[in-house]
T-cell receptor, first 113, second 114 residues
Framework: DQQVKQNSPSLSVQEGRISILNCDYTNSMFDYFLWYKKYPAEGPTFLISISSIKDKNEDGRFTVFLNKSAKHLSLHIVPSQPGDSAVYFCAASGTSNTGKLIFGQGTTLQVKP | GAGVSQSPSNKVTEKGKDVELRCDPISGHTALYWYRQSLGQGLEFLIYFQGNSAPDKSGLPSDRFSAERTGGSVSTLTIQRTQQEDSAVYLC????????????FGPGTRLTVT
């Protein structure tokens, strides 16, 4: 039973355009959502997070949107740059600040120059 | 400063052998996590250590898997009697007190069981 799903395994966008990565979850008890970025042969790096009490969090070119009624979150990257090409993982955490993260399968983003 | 380090970076072992994977977390980080990523899959939680509390072992897939954290720092993940389905990248992460969502990952150990 996959509680966090990223249904698009890959996405290709042109440099300068917007990249939108999507994530769906099933557990309404999740209280924190995160996006991690992973380059080949490296561990994931934390990108941006959002609490379940908010619907938007912005950090520079990166914005995460949370739609709790739809159990859906998305990551927007504007403008996209070739260096953004990586695998993006959506993750969710339950209560009690345990730090135990449930990850989606990842979406490979390719930004073409 | 130094990030999370893991050793070895690659490990090839024969089915049935035991393996030990090591993780050195970032100095001062109180929490340490082990995940694994099988081919084409997301990261799967294995085990979590927080300070002196009992570890959360709820993600360990079988009793062949165990982990310990000595002195609140270095951790070792041990897999006994390895099976081919254990082949994966094993990732370690650490986080600061009160910042458990922002986990810093090591580069991982790629384990191949032949």
């Amino acid at each position: 039973d996959q509680q966090v799903k990223q249904n698009s395994p890959s996405l290709s966008v042109q440099e300068g355009r917007i990249s939108i990565l999507n994530c769906d979850y099933t557990n309404s008890m999740f209280d924190y959502f995160l996006w991690y970025k992973k380059y080949p042969a490296e561990g994931p790096t934390f990108l941006i997070s959002i609490s379940s009490i908010k619907d938007k969090n912005e950090d520079g070119r990166f914005t995460v949107f949370l739609n709790k009624s739809a159990k859906h979150l998305s990551l927007h990257i504007v403008p996209s740059q070739p260096g953004d090409s990586a695998v993006y993982f959506c993750a969710a955490s339950g209560t009690s600040n345990t730090g135990k993260l449930i990850f989606g399968q990842g979406t490979t983003l390719q930004v073409k120059p | 400063g130094a990030g999370v380090s893991q050793s070895p970076s690659n490990k090839v072992t024969e089915k049935g052998k035991d393996v030990e994977l090591r993780c050195d977390p970032i100095s001062g980080h109180t929490a340490l996590y082990w995940y694994r990523q099988s081919l084409g899959q997301g990261l799967e939680f294995l085990i979590y250590f927080q300070g002196n509390s009992a570890p959360d072992k709820s993600g360990l897939p079988s009793d062949r898997f165990s982990a310990e954290r000595t002195g609140g720092s270095v951790s070792t993940l041990t897999i006994q009697r390895t099976q081919q389905e254990d082949s994966a990248v094993y990732l370690c992460a650490s986080s600061r007190q009160g910042k458990s969502y922002e986990q810093y990952f090591g580069p991982g150990t790629r384990l191949t069981v032949t």
